[in-house]
């Protein structure tokens, strides 16, 4: 009898000790104390591998902006491949790149890249296009070659529109990232595989918070980036609120004397 009520008593100890852990809850203060160093870790694959992939996909999507633009018959297959590529499932993307990659992160982070490129072409070209011929004309006319004129004049105007197209592809990458657990390289997406392989509640609803919530914070900061970087947008827009606020209202003829 006192064998029995010693190990109920260890077990009650035990289960008091865990707490939530034991318990198995989707919300599980314990996990974050315990489990801490280890989603600090996946935290930081997760973004490492995100805004490697991203930037990698921006470096090539402005070559291929270019050449549609400059080119109008290479626009069509530069945007047919791009949007082929998209098309491709996750899983077969990335099997199609273990060849050549092995068990990496660069698998990861080239499916990624490859995904980002839809997103990012289109964007750059829209931006680029919509940079009226008149200030093109001007700038040629003060003396710009072709590379100050991109640099200077064509991509600070198109720059609201490609940053857009970052945000997005920001956004995609993060989620897309999650992924990667099949080859052990998905940051976040590592513990929401196991925890729903062990059903570890409080490890998948972590994670999983945690990939919205670096979500959010991405396209928030790539928002302020493109505001710091577009002050004259900003100058724009508030120009307009204080002259649509002194518009005289329309007045049919003989109204004042009803």
């Known amino acids: 009898m006192y064998h029995i009520l010693?190990?109920?008593t260890v077990r009650v100890l035990c289960v008091s000790a865990n707490g939530c852990l034991?318990?198995?809850?989707?919300?599980?203060?314990e996990y974050l104390r315990t489990r801490g160093q280890e989603l600090v870790d996946a935290t930081a694959q997760h973004v490492l591998i995100s805004t490697s992939a991203v930037g990698?996909?921006?470096?090539?999507?402005?070559?291929?902006?270019?050449?549609?633009?400059?080119?109008?018959?290479?626009?069509?297959?530069?945007?047919?491949?791009?949007?082929v590529l998209y098309t491709v499932p996750t899983l077969a993307m990335y099997a199609l790149l273990l060849p050549v990659f092995g068990i990496s992160a660069a698998v990861v982070v080239c499916g990624l890249v490859l995904y980002s490129l839809t997103v990012l072409v289109?964007?750059?070209?829209?931006?680029?296009?919509?940079v009226p011929a008149d200030v093109r004309e001007a700038a040629r006319g003060m003396g710009y070659g072709p590379g100050r004129l991109l640099l200077t004049v064509e991509l600070p105007l198109a720059l609201p529109t490609v940053m857009a197209g970052v945000r997005i592809a920001m956004v995609s990458a993060i989620s897309l990232?999650?992924?990667?657990?099949?080859?052990g390289h998905g940051g976040l997406g590592n513990l929401i595989y196991s925890g729903m392989n062990s059903y570890f509640k409080a490890e998948v609803l972590t994670a999983s918070v945690l990939c919205v919530v670096l979500a959010v914070v991405a396209d928030v900061l790539l928002l302020g980036v493109q505001r710091l970087l577009t002050p004259w947008a900003r100058a724009r827009a508030a120009g307009r609120r204080p002259q649509a606020a002194r518009t005289p209202e329309k007045r049919t003829p003989g109204a004042a004397w009803t």
Not at 22 to 29: H, L
Not at 177 to 183: F, K, L, M, S, Y
């Open 6 to 8: 010693t190990v109920v």
């Open 22 to 29: 034991a318990a198995n809850d989707w919300i599980c203060g």
């Open 56 to 83: 990698i996909a921006v470096l090539v999507a402005l070559p291929l902006a270019l050449l549609a633009r400059g080119r109008k018959s290479a626009a069509g297959p530069v945007l047919g491949l791009t949007t």
């Open 122 to 130: 289109r964007n750059m070209l829209t931006g680029l296009e919509s």
């Open 177 to 183: 990232t999650t992924v990667g657990a099949i080859v």
